[in-house]
């Protein structure tokens, strides 16, 4: 998805493109249960036990973490965060793949191959799909989440120049101890309230913030010996065993409040153990370069399983398998032809914007 880090000259944390493998491999998964030709069942109805969500919220989770850590390096190397610096590194990653997508669903459209409706492709553009609720089209219907993360990108980093670095952290657990209570307030008052509950903003939060926490923490965490024994024993694989159990579906009271709260918190340890500890079969198998190839091209597979691994769809592209290499074929596609001449026109801005402000550093000042 959108949190994946695009190849550059940055260091690279590792890990991360493993368990973003992993993530998009449950959103698959997810999507092809109750596909024409799949063997393995029926998708799970509703947001509760649907091992999709939990993928999305390992995304999530990622993503808070990730652009967190950037923001809090470049505050370390510039005393400051460059707002229209990171706007302009997340317009070069996140847009071209994400309007050619949108076009191609909405000329499919015209084609007369899928129904796409006006509103669908509105919520689309504009990254307000989080909140279109009716009549909503599967095509591009997963641009939910995609709204919520480009929501994120655009009230994070200013947030964090207004908290600073000290304090974002505390920000942070502000929004995990707010979220579970919106989710209480819209289960009672509000209209759609499961789509409500798993898609708006405010009520998803915290799966964002979980990740950004650890990040904040992550200096700290660095002292305390106690912290890195837990993460190194034995003890810790209790982490994924209970996240695993509390997408499990039970009663509803406890999905939307205490178990969404223990997933958000579980994968983020999870996070930071795998990116902390660079030894062991678990780091080997999460750094395969094929499974790291995978968490690279995750966004644009995000992007394009959508329209073929519908379970609503009864064509020769929606079964099984042509289905699942129609749309890692296109997304393929979609990373080299699309994302991957970004990132040059990306990589050569930053250049440019290195090269002048090392030229104005360097520059004698007037006597």
Request: net charge positive; aromatic share 12%; glycine share 6%.
């Amino acid at each position: 998805m959108a949190g994946t880090a695009a190849p550059s000259s940055h260091r690279r944390l590792p890990s991360l493109d493993g368990l973003r493998a992993i993530s998009i491999a449950l959103v698959i998964f997810s999507h092809l249960l109750g596909t024409r030709g799949f063997p393995l069942g029926e998708r799970a109805m509703g947001s509760t036990g649907d091992v999709g969500y939990l993928g999305v919220r390992v995304f999530f989770v990622i993503s808070g973490f990730l652009i967190t850590n950037l923001l809090l390096g470049e505050h370390e190397r510039t005393g400051t965060v460059s707002l229209r610096g990171f706007y302009i590194r997340r317009a070069f990653r996140i847009f071209p793949a994400f309007y050619a997508f949108v076009a191609a669903m909405v000329i499919a459209g015209l084609l007369g191959g899928i129904e796409v409706h006006r509103s669908d492709v509105l919520h689309a553009v504009t990254y307000t799909t989080n909140y279109h609720y009716v009549d909503r089209s599967w095509e591009l219907g997963h641009m939910w989440s995609l709204s919520i993360e480009e929501q994120f990108y655009l009230l994070w980093p200013a947030l964090f120049l207004v908290a600073g670095p000290r304090h974002i952290g505390k920000v942070a657990l502000a929004m995990i101890a707010l979220a579970p209570v919106l989710r209480v307030v819209a289960w009672f008052t509000m209209p759609y309230r499961d789509d409500v509950i798993m898609e708006a903003y405010p009520c998803v939060m915290d799966s964002i913030a979980a990740g950004s926490l650890m990040a904040a923490l992550r200096l700290r965490l660095d002292d305390s010996a106690r912290y890195q024994r837990f993460l190194r024993s034995p003890l810790f694989w209790l982490v994924p065993v209970i996240v695993v159990l509390a997408n499990l579906p039970g009663r509803v009271a406890l999905n939307y409040t205490v178990d969404i709260t223990v997933q958000n918190l579980g994968i983020a340890l999870c996070v930071d153990r795998f990116v902390r500890v660079t030894a062991g079969p678990i780091h080997r198998f999460l750094n395969l370069r094929w499974l790291a190839y995978v968490g690279t091209l995750s966004y644009s597979i995000y992007l394009w399983q959508e329209p073929f691994l519908n379970h609503r769809a009864h064509t020769s592209f929606t079964a099984w398998p042509i289905n699942l290499t129609l749309a890692l074929v296109c997304a393929v596609t979609s990373y080299y032809l699309v994302e991957r001449p970004f990132f040059a026109l990306r990589d050569a801005w930053a250049a440019r914007r290195r090269a002048r402000r090392a030229a104005a550093v360097a520059a004698p000042t007037p006597p």
